[in-house]
Nanobody, 116 residues
Framework: QVQLVESGGGLVQPGGSLKLSCAASGSFFSINLMGWYRQSPGKEREVVAAITGGGIANYADSVKGRFTISRDNAKNTVYLQMNSLKPEDTAVYYC??????????WGQGTRVTVSS
């Protein structure tokens, strides 16, 4: 069993930055990939970024050049640095983990609001 706990969401002005964290605990044999998803009201959940155990990252086109995903395997933590935030980035952000994505393990979500 794997538990994922996100933190770092909040209210930020357009153009600002936030850094999300996702701490994993439990049994890690079922984890290779970790990623961040987001869901806005009325929209389906979408992948934002993903990273392998070896540190290879991929991003949605909408966040390329603005968001950076990173992973500290020693701390079992994955991060999402979000820069140049836009109102359309407003969503609940979820951490996800598994052998493939979307995996079976989800965090509870952390809300990000980008507004002036």
């Amino acid at each position: 069993q794997v538990q994922l706990v996100e933190s770092g969401g909040g209210l930020v002005q357009p153009g600002g930055s936030l850094k999300l964290s996702c701490a994993a605990s439990g049994s890690f044999f079922s984890i290779n990939l970790m990623g961040w998803y987001r869901q806005s009201p009325g929209k389906e959940r979408e992948v934002v970024a993903a990273i392998t155990g070896g540190g290879i990252a991929n991003y949605a086109d909408s966040v390329k050049g603005r968001f950076t995903i990173s992973r500290d395997n020693a701390k079992n933590t994955v991060y999402l640095q979000m820069n140049s935030l836009k109102p359309e980035d407003t969503a609940v952000y979820y951490c996800n983990a598994g052998l493939i994505l979307p995996g079976p393990h989800w965090g509870q979500g952390t809300r990000v609001t980008v507004s002036s």
